[in-house]
């Protein structure tokens, strides 16, 4: 893929964080996502690829922009891509004025990323280090040993990540039970699986329930970043399941990073919509101007970039 589509697509999280923040603890979930989705798609006819939303904001009969199988971009250019795109991650928080919420994209070549059906993943994360020591089919005790000793630290200093759901009063009892320190997250999980890779140790390992195309784009951050990730469907209904089948899910298969995300070429950007654990949220400034911070992470160089920008609403207008 062409190296500057990067940059690209900040331009992409960063239309939907500035249009999307303006929303902050309005209560007002619709509103917010759909001016994310408005912005991210207006800026997408920019990108110069033949592109199509394998993660997206549902299918065809639930959402009229970003669906999953729409076509992007211009169908004859030579990059033919995958894109992953959640215009909010963390409409909860935006909506409530709390952390962590995301304007966040995955892109990767044709047919390497998993077209995974909006349906919850058990979940199971970790940094670089521990890359290989992690497996979702042990016991959350043995996983918590074998990642505290991959990062040479007591046990008891190991930080796992889990997000506040009633669906992980167990899992919690046995983190608590192993003597590890539980971090509760309202809403987010793909910036607090990056906290594995980029936290300096705030967070060692999530753990838990949550949507699956999360899943594949935080594997998709985590792989450029070195980190590792499992996942297992687990739909909680009919609908889900049916919608599993007809995707073609393996309900028994880990499913490793690699089967997430394939190969080594793969861009990742996320733009912060309110303050969190990596990234500052959108701040609406003097003279009808914002900042907002944005990262960008890239396979095969390993690039890590910080994306500090400062933006003329009244110019962006007048372009439109």
Known sequence: MNRDLGINLCRVTEAAALGSAKFLGQGRKNESDNIAVDQMRSMFSYLGINGKVV???????????????????????????????????????????????????????????????????????AGPEAKGKIDINKPVKENIENVAKALGKKVGDVTVSVL?????????????????????????????????????GKIDLIMGVGGAPEGVIAAAALKCLGGDFQGMFAPSDYKQVKRCLKMGVDFDKV?????????DDVIFAATGITDGTLLKGVSYMNKNMASTESLLLRLPSGTIRYIDSVHKLDQKLDQK
């Open 55 to 125: 993660i997206g904001e549902g299918e065809i009969d639930e959402a009229p922009m970003l669906y999953i199988g729409e076509h992007i971009g211009d169908p004859k250019a030579s990059d033919q891509v995958d894109i992953a795109v959640d215009p909010i991650d963390g409409t909860t928080s935006l909506s409530n004025g709390t952390s962590n919420s995301i304007s966040v994209i995955a892109v990767a070549p044709k047919g390497c990323l998993l077209n995974a059906p909006d349906v919850y993943m058990n979940k199971i994360a």
């Open 164 to 200: 506040n759901r009633d669906r992980h009063k167990d899992l919690v009892k046995e983190i608590r039970q192993a003597g590890a320190r539980i971090s509760m997250v309202e809403d987010g999980d793909v910036l607090t699986a990056i906290a594995t890779c980029l936290s300096n």
């Open 255 to 263: 499913y490793t990073i690699d089967d997430l995300v394939e190969g």
